[in-house]
Each structure stands twice: as C-alpha cells, then as structure tokens.
C-alpha cells in the first residue's frame, strides 16, 4: 500500500504479482485468457508479468493464487483459491492469495448475485489441473516414464510405480517448456482426492481479522491524505443553493470546501452530489460539515410520502398487472368458486437499507502531468465490483479505463450496497480538485438516509381452495419500484430479473395460476440487497401457503409438501425467465430437491412435537440463486405478545460445496438478517426525505433478539454448484411469521414485525 | 496538546478536546484496529477498554479521559500472542466479514475479564450493544463460552 503512483499515471500490472511472488526466479503461471484454452506463461523473473492470471507456481514452490472476487464475508477470497489449490494437487499451506485489481481479462469481478463459486468453479478447476498435467510431464520426462504414471498430489508429482517423487517447485522450470495441454487432455481429480476442496480450511484473513490487522476500506491510507464527509440533500435529486463555507473553513483541521455537481438524468453509479468538507482528520471534517447549514433546492420527490406509498401500492396490487406466467384459466376459476372458497390476502415488505456494518468510503490519489492535467487514478476501495468502480471513476476524470487502477481491500460488509460504485468516485473527484489523496468516509446517517435501498413491494395473493385446501387457481402479483429506475428515469415495471427472483418460477403445483405485476415509481435510488425480489415475493408466496393451509385445518408442512406436488422439473416453457442466466436443463427447477430440504428440516425441527402454549415452529421453503433452502422456525410469544426466537434450523441443498463451515455460516447469518428485516429494519419518507438516520431508528437485530441457537445442514451433493450467500434470506421471515401465526394466531402481513400486536388468550 | 496512555505508551497528541477517542486513535495514532461503525454509541464497532470497561470510543471524547489507560485490540494480547478470546474466535470461525469483530472482541474480554465464567443472561448484556450484519452471533456466545473454558 505504500507504493507511489507515478505521473505517467498507475500501470495497472506487475506490481502486485512481483511482490507476491518474491525472489522466485521462475514462474510458471496459468492466465486468465480465453477459456478453455490457458495460456501458460513462462520465464525467469517475469518481467513482463500482468496480473491477469489465475495462479503462479514459483521454483521454491510457492503458489500464487489471485482472488478475483470481493471479500465481504463469504469466504469467497478462501474458498475459490482452494479449488484451484485442490486441482493443482497443492499442499494448501504453501499457497497464498493475492488480491486481484479490477482487470476485465480475469472475466467478471462483480461479486453479487451469489455466483462466485458457480461461474468460476470449472475456470479454477482448469487453472489447477493446467498446471498439475505439465508438472506431471515433466516429472515424467525426467524419469523416462509414461505421464500416465505420474500423480500431481500434496505438492509433489509421485511415480506410481517406483515411488519416486520430486516437489514441485524442482519441476517448475521444466514444466514451463511444455507444450499448453488442450482442454480435453486435462482430467480432474475425483471429489476429495485433492484434499482441500470439501474441507474447512481457516479463511485466509482469519488471524488479521481478530488481530485487528485486516486492511478495510476504511483503514486504507496514503501518505498526505485529507479526510472528507459530504453534505448530501436529504431529498434526491436537490442541489445546494447556499451554504456557509466559511464557517466551515473556521473550523480548526478543514482545509477546504467543496461542491460536487449534482448528478443528472438517472442515478446510475453518479455521485449524488453535494458540499463536500475536507480535513487534516474525520473528526474535523465531520465538524466542518455541521458548520456548512447547507440549504437545499427544490426536486421532484419532494412530495413523496411513504405513508400514503404504501397505501397507493397496495391498490396497485390489488388491480390486474402485466401478465408474467399463466397456466389454465384463473378467470374461470376464480368466477366458479363459491366465496368461502376463496382466499385473500395482502403483503407488504418496506424500503431497506443495507447498513454494512462499514459505511461506504474509499481513498483516491489522482495522477497529474508537469502541466497539471490529470493522467492517472489510483483508488483503495472496499467495492463488490471494481470493474464498475474503474470504469465509473475513468469517466469522472474523463481518462482512458487503463489509466485507473482499483485495489480492492476487505469489505466490511457488502449486500450488494458496494455494487455501487458513487462513493468512489466522490473520492476520485475530490483528489482530483484538491491535488491530493482524500479518503471519504459515509457516516452512519449517511449510509442509511442516501442508499440504494432495496425495493419496497405490495402483494396480492388470491387462491381458490379445493379438495384438502389445495389451491385450484392461484393469483400472484407484485408492485415495487424496480430497480431499472436508477438506470433510466421513470422506469417504473418490473423486470424479468426481479420477477424471477422467487414469482415467475413459483415451484407448486396449481392448474390455474397466474403471475402478474404492477408499476411503482421511485423516489429514492434502488438498487440490490442481499436476496433482492426474493425477500418479498417469498415472504408473501410462502406466508400464503401456510394461510391456506391454516384456513384448510391442514398440518403446514403436510400442506407445503402436496403444494410442492410431484417431484419434478417445473415447466417454465413460454415464460420469460432467466434463471440467473443459467439453462434449465443444467440447473432446472426441481421441486424433488427443495422437497428434500424442506423434510430435511422438519426431521431436525422435531415437527409436530408438542410445544407449550405460546410456543410453535414454522416452516417456508425457497428456491433462489439455483440452490434451495429451507427454514424451520420456532418462536415464542408471551401473552402480552413479547417475541423470542429460540431456535431456527436451516437446510441447503446448494449443489457442489467448496467449504462446508462458510455455507453453514452464510445460513447462520441470512437468519440473522432476515430476523432484522423481519422484526425491525423498516426506512420510511417524509416530505422526499428518508425518516431514520442511524441504528436506533433503522433497527437490526441484536444478538439476544436473533434466533439463539441455529443449526444448519448442507446437503451433500454433486450437482452443480449453486449460489450460497443469499439462498439463506428469503425463507427465513415467512418462516418466522408462519410460526407466530401458530404461536398466537396474528397473521403478519406487514414486515417489519416491529411492534404490531401479537398478544394472545 | 492532550496527553493519554494507549497499550502502555503515553501519547500526547495535538487535538480538539472534543474529538471522540476514536479519531485520535485512527487519524492521530495510527492505531486503525478500532473501527468507526454509527458515531453514536450504538453499534459497539470502536469498542476499546477504558481503566479497564468496555467503552464506545466514538462517544467518549479525549479531553475526558483523564488519566485512564485505553486498551486497543492493538494491546489486547502481549506481541505475538493471542487473547483466549481470539483463540476462541479463530476456534469457532467466528468473523464472517469481520469488521464489528474487533469491537466484539474488546466487549467479550472485558466481559471476561468481570466475569471468568458468564451466564447466557451476562452475556446478552455484555454482547447486546455489539451489532453484527453478518449474523455471527451464535458462534460469538460459543466462542465466549469457549473463551470462559479456556480461562478456567
């Protein structure tokens, strides 16, 4: 970190890579490039090495491996190195990760959408078992063997036959000269042959993160840095008209004062503009900007109102949408039933922020000519996405993407807020105007009152119950702000991306059904959080269900289990879904697994045990992200409606799994998180202007009010891999408000749980 | 200019009274193990130890210190050792992205510290004001039980 960016602006190349590789003189390295066929470089001291490899294996044996991804609390920068590490038949411990810049020749870095292990697991595994064959030939070689003798294993290629072997930073060298093999020569180690993959290897931060030594965005530092907050309008969209720089300036540690423009047209990754106040420390600045009294403009949401939102949202679920899947004729259906047949309900979910337990912030150091134009950016940044946050930050400064550099640091949290670059370029901006580094750091109340919050949506679920309750037509619709509004103004309908996510591909089996959505315009930036659409379509499908089953006098899981019907892959032909972008046939909707997972959790529950009055378990099941979860539940609520979560038992069937200890660990937090949404975390608008501001009003749950024990199953499978990080949060608070309907008999139709009433007797 | 002790080194240091302890030690000392989560002493992320209590260094400002000694993660442990609590961190695999887990830390060795071997209701006290997005809480009360343990 204490490397000087030169003024022909940063080389996005070498620098990482010589350090990490030290004083090897030899390097045989595995690129990126174009899959399937790797590159291999080859070479003494590397000099024209660019960072856009997978892996280096140095002749002292040590192996490089470059995390790609983003580290936010995953495991990512742990588990996708060992899938390399395990197919290069890599002794784990004489590897180490380096973390990779933004750089588009190491394919996609956006970490979201729960595809790290999924899009990258066949690239990683060819990566390892590119090198572990030319190892093998040229231990080979050596011996005068067959190839076909010689096992690449624990760092060493062992001749089966006589039993020799050599370490293999002894055959780095040979193995360069090689001949690259072809894709289809490669062959891959059985499942747990390599020893790695399948294990819970300690994350590779672990120690600096209980030392304190682990570098997040907001303890990257460079020399002569300036520490600035940014005043922003409390409404959207509002510039500055007059503020007190002066007083600002009086403030003993600012050093200056600074407007950014305030973006136009479309959100997008912009800045949101403002006042922004810099200073010698953050406390100073901090100071500075309470000094500014900036005084806001006028802008088109100053009339938004989430009160009377909510109301209008809930008319627009309740009226036909834009038809999205249908099966059978719902119409009929729904005009030949008798009324007590029918059954109906509405669901609303609010506005949510993310709240990273880091705030947004980022350093920028900019690179000037001796004519003082700007040539180069270099940023410090704790983003999911460094590609954006390079390309974002290049058309700020209007420089070539080359010219800037992004280093990633650890992420204090992500959830799809750091997706969004804006923070970065702030930075960017105010180094590039000040001529020196500036780290900018979100307050709290910055983070909460300027997100891109996740969408808040109304449901209307409407069902016509025949034999055993069973639904014989099933209407679903929702309406929400949609997230392509930040990407073009007043857009305002759903997309195909929002409603796969847990609508389009509803897995029961219904002969009449019908999938429908409603438009909604945006007041605030919307953007993607952990589990997006998935958090409400599936908090009112899956609290639906266990209504029916209620008002049927049905047990709820018997009930789910016959909703789910025969095990099968759901039929989605005609309908528009993406199925994050992956085909049916490999990853198809298969309600056999989520049935597995859905009995697999109520054995552990001890469904159907007797429970003291007061006491009850829930259960919801959901698949997201290509895997599938299920969530059991149980609460309890005193009389006087006081709520305790003391226990919740999750199952994933996420295919493949690299490290089993960080799948368990994503299900441990996602109930955490969806205790939060469920139970507290709610952002509401007054006057354009969101209404909380720090952790007292926008509320997360607290460790004594989360589930107090939670305990997980992985399913073991070969499947292929699915997502892990958000499958754990959509189940989790339909599972819960089904359990305090059972408790109590409140139906929670309205997140968060807050303080409605669930007294009882 | 303010004098204060941190991990045994005195420190005197050219601030505002009124800066939180928090930025002295981050901007001013270099000691950046202590993380800025919410500035109002709800989260627990900049816990340090004060005369030995867990302390929001966020809202505690320098000026008011006095002469108590501050303990930063920094100090917890002698060099190159490690806390109990630590070790059980690390035991239970408790960070997931690890941000708040300095503050846990600082919170669960002062809990430990009053209380060798706490109840469940102790540590719902001591614990409740650290907030954690990642959700790691059921392995931070077993890291503590661990921790207890390892102390006995």
């Known amino acids: ?761 | 200019m303010i004098e204060l002790r941190v991990n045994g080194q005195r420190h005197e240091v050219d601030a505002d009274p009124e800066m939180p302890l928090l930025w002295v030690l981050r901007d001013l000392l270099g000691l950046r193990g202590t993380k800025f989560g919410c500035g109002k002493a709800l989260c627990g992320s900049c816990t340090v130890h004060v005369g030995g209590q867990a302390t929001r260094s966020c809202s505690l400002a320098v000026g008011g210190l006095g002469d108590l000694e501050v303990t930063t993660i920094e100090g917890l442990a002698p060099e190159g050792e490690l806390h109990p609590v630590q070790r059980a961190w690390m035991e239970h695999g408790v960070p997931q992205c690890g941000y708040c887990q300095v503050g846990q830390i600082m919170s669960a060795s002062a809990l430990l510290a009053k209380h060798p071997e706490p109840s469940d209701a102790e540590i719902d006290e001591a614990m409740g004001g650290n907030l954690c997005r990642c959700g790691t809480y059921t392995r931070i009360r077993a890291a503590i039980h661990t921790a207890a343990g390892g102390e006995r």
């Open chain 1, 1 to 761: 970190m204490s490397t000087p960016i030169t003024s022909s602006g940063p080389r996005p190349s070498r620098r990482a890579l010589l350090a990490a590789l030290g004083g090897a003189s030899f390097v045989l390295a595995v690129r990126a490039g174009a899959s399937p066929a790797l590159a291999v470089l080859r070479g003494s001291a590397a000099p024209d090495f660019e960072p856009d490899l997978y892996l280096a294996l140095a002749s002292d044996g040590t192996v490089t491996i470059i995390a790609h991804r983003s580290e936010m609390g995953t495991g990512i920068r742990t588990s996708l190195p060992m899938v390399v590490a395990d197919e290069l038949g890599a002794d784990w411990d004489r590897c180490r990760i380096e973390q990779a810049p933004g750089d588009r020749r190491l394919g996609d870095q956006n970490t979201d959408g729960s595809r790290s292990v999924r899009q990258f697991y066949q690239r990683m595994r060819v990566a390892g078992a590119t090198a572990r064959t030319m190892l093998e030939r040229a231990a080979a070689d050596r011996w005068g063997v067959d190839a076909a003798e010689c096992r690449g294993r624990k760092h060493r290629v062992t001749n089966e036959a006589t039993g020799d072997s050599l370490d293999y930073g002894e055959l780095v060298e040979a193995a360069a000269e090689l001949e690259v093999p072809e894709r289809e020569e490669l062959v891959f180690l059985a499942p747990g042959e390599g020893g790695i993959v399948g294990t819970n290897v300690p994350l590779a931060d672990l120690e600096g993160l209980v030392r304190g030594t682990a570098t997040f965005g907001l303890d990257a530092r460079r020399d002569d840095q300036l520490y600035a907050v940014v005043a922003r309008s409390p409404v959207l969209g509002a510039a500055p008209v007059g503020y007190d720089a002066e007083a600002a300036e009086a403030v003993p540690g600012v050093v200056g004062v600074v407007e950014l423009p305030t973006f136009q047209g479309a959100p997008l990754f912009q800045p949101l503009g403002g006042v922004a106040v810099l200073a010698t420390s953050t406390w100073a600045a901090m100071k500075g900007r309470e000094a500014l009294a900036v005084e806001w403009g006028e802008s088109e949401h100053a009339d938004y109102d989430s009160v009377a939102y909510e109301e209008e949202l809930a008319e627009t679920a309740r009226a036909p949408g834009k038809v999205w899947r249908e099966a059978g004729d719902v119409d009929a259906a729904f005009a030949d039933a008798g009324e007590a047949d029918v059954h109906e309900a509405d669901y609303y979910v609010p506005l949510l922020a993310h709240a990273p337990m880091e705030p947004p912030c980022a350093v920028a150091e900019v690179a000037f000519d001796s004519d003082g134009n700007v040539t180069g950016c270099e940023v410090w940044c704790p983003t999911q996405n460094p590609q954006a946050a390079q390309d974002t930050v290049a058309g700020a400064l209007e420089l070539e993407r080359d010219a800037v550099r992004v280093n990633v640091t650890l992420l204090g949290g992500g959830f799809g807020r750091k997706s969004k670059p804006d923070y970065v370029v702030e930075a960017a901006l105010l180094a590039r105007e000040l001529g020196q580094p500036v780290h900018v750091l979100w307050t709290r109340e910055d983070d909460i009152r300027h997100d891109y919050y996740h969408a808040v949506a109304g449901l209307h679920l409407s069902a016509v119950q025949g034999e055993k309750g069973l639904p014989t037509a099933w209407l679903q619709r929702s309406a929400f702000p949609p997230i392509s509004s930040t990407f073009a103004p007043g857009a305002r309908e759903g997309g195909a991306g929002e409603m796969g996510l847990g609508f389009t591909n509803l897995p029961y089996a219904i002969p009449n059904l019908r999938v429908e959505n409603g438009p909604a315009d945006a007041h605030v930036r919307i953007g993607w959080l952990r589990s997006v659409a998935n958090i409400y379509h599936a908090f009112g499908v899956c609290s639906f269900a266990d209504e029916l089953a209620r008002k049927a006098g049905r047990d709820p899981l018997e009930f789910l289990l016959e909703l789910l019907g025969p095990d099968r892959h759901v039929d989605l032909a005609g309908v528009r879904y993406g199925n994050h972008g992956a085909s049916q046939e490999e990853y198809p909707v298969d309600t056999a697994r989520l049935r597995h997972v859905t009995e697999r959790a109520a054995k552990m529950a001890g469904w159907g045990r007797e429970l003291p009055a007061g006491r009850a378990l829930g259960i919801a099941c959901h698949r997201s992200f290509l895997s599938y979860c299920a969530n059991v539940v149980e609460v309890e609520v005193t009389k006087d409606g006081k709520l305790s979560i003391p226990a919740a038992w999750v199952v994933i069937d996420a295919g493949t799994v690299i490290h089993p200890d960080r799948v368990k660990a994503q299900m441990e937090g996602a109930a955490v998180f969806g205790t939060s949404l469920a139970r507290f975390s709610e952002i509401s608008a007054k006057g354009g202007a969101v209404e909380q501001s720090n952790f007292d009003s926008y509320r997360i749950a607290r460790l004594q009010e989360s589930p107090q024990e939670i305990e997980v199953e992985v399913v073991e499978s070969d499947a292929p891999p699915g997502g892990v990080g958000e499958v754990g949060v959509p189940p989790f608070a339909p599972a819960l408000c089904n359990a305090i309907a059972a408790a109590c008999g409140k139906r929670v139709r309205r997140l968060p749980i807050a303080d409605q009433d669930l007294s009882w007797g």
